[in-house]
């Protein structure tokens, strides 16, 4: 099945410790993307790829780090994690043909730093 | 920079009716322009995705419009059930085709 994994889908930590949100894709796309989702604020993008190797700031990038190692991966890493990174986020992956650029997502990971 | 305003942000209705949508974005220069439905709790769905050269799309009781020139798209469903009841978003890629912007949503209640 083709899909978008995310892991895990819920974590609670507290400030300061530095935690990793796996995102796997199986449907070979090029392009990948991480989105925080806030009530009032809908999803500003965080950070997105366009090839291995190959990464670029969205709208929100303070205080998140990517690396895209292997086509299928894109971890989102927090090193010091803060209050204000309270959020639901998604990763998503693009087929890109030519300028369209069609998104899907993954499920979600609800994460609280407390 | 783009922005995307979704109205209304919420909207209730009885079971059967006709209803629609609205998406503005303030950049006309876009690639593409993406609907999605939101369950609560949920990921994002993708229901419609219109290029910049088509004006509509249609999948089912669902049906996108697209005027680039005045900054609006517009989703329209026909006949409600209650299963339609979700948030549902739009999505505009500009700027190139990686610099994606979203608008709030609209929550939909679709009454029995």
């Known amino acids: 099945e083709a899909q978008v994994t995310q892991n895990p889908r819920y974590l609670i930590t507290v400030t300061g410790k530095k935690l990793t949100v796996t995102c796997s894709q199986n449907?070979?796309?090029?392009?990948m993307s991480w989105y925080r989702q806030d009530p009032g604020l809908g999803l500003r993008q965080i950070y997105y790829s366009m090839n291995v190797e190959v990464t670029d700031k969205g709208d929100v990038p303070e205080g998140y780090k990517v690396s895209r190692k292997e086509k299928r991966n894109f971890p989102l890493i927090l090193e010091s994690p803060s209050p204000n990174q309270t959020s639901l986020y998604f990763c998503a992956s693009s087929l890109v043909r030519g300028w369209v650029n069609e998104q899907f997502f993954g499920p979600g990971t609800r994460l609280t730093v407390l | 920079k783009q922005e995307v305003t979704q109205i209304p942000a919420a909207l209730s209705v009885p079971e059967g009716e006709n209803l629609v949508l609205n998406c503005s974005f303030t950049d006309s220069a876009i690639y593409n322009l993406q609907w999605f439905r939101q369950d609560p709790g949920k990921g994002l769905t993708s229901l419609l995705l219109?290029?910049?050269?088509?004006r509509e799309q249609t999948s089912g009781r669902l049906n996108a419009s697209l005027d680039k020139s005045s900054g609006r798209s517009t989703l329209y469903i026909a006949a409600s059930q209650p299963g339609d009841s979700a948030t549902y978003l739009c999505a505009v890629i500009s700027g190139g085709y990686q610099k994606v912007t979203f608008g709030i949503g609209t929550k939909l209640q679709v009454i029995p």
């Open positions: 449907m070979n796309h090029e392009y």
């Open positions: 219109i290029q910049s050269s088509q």
